[in-house]
């Protein structure tokens, strides 16, 4: 049964060749079981303790998000998830930004300290 928040058979498959394999040590929990863990913890917003424990300890979640957000994994799975996706059409690549209701601070638009100078016209004396 897949929950809400967990991956599907389909996700999964683009995701699980884009792991790090372990190379020597004590064998590590199932890589789909903390990925599920990790996807729980952003997608509701939960603190690292409160991830449920039929995802493993959270410390071990924690950690594994640690390493594999260090060494460009999570930029992998990104990657290879829009690529996936941009083949099969689900991404429009147009953009289009409206600047005229970005606001900023009057000190990023580049306005003189103390306010605007008053210029010497004819009679300033």
Known sequence: MVRRHELSDAE?????PLLPRQRMGRPRADDRRVVNGIVFKFRSGVAWRDVPERYGSWRSLHTRFRRWAAD???TRMLQAAQA?????GDIDWLVSVDSTIVRTHQHAAG???????RSAGPGAG
């Not at 996936?84 to 099969?88: F, K």
């Open 72 to 74: 460009g994994t999570f």
């Open 12 to 16: 999964w498959a683009v995701l699980e």
């Open 84 to 88: 996936h996706a941009d083949a099969a």
């Open 111 to 117: 306005a003189r300290k103390g306010g605007a100078r």
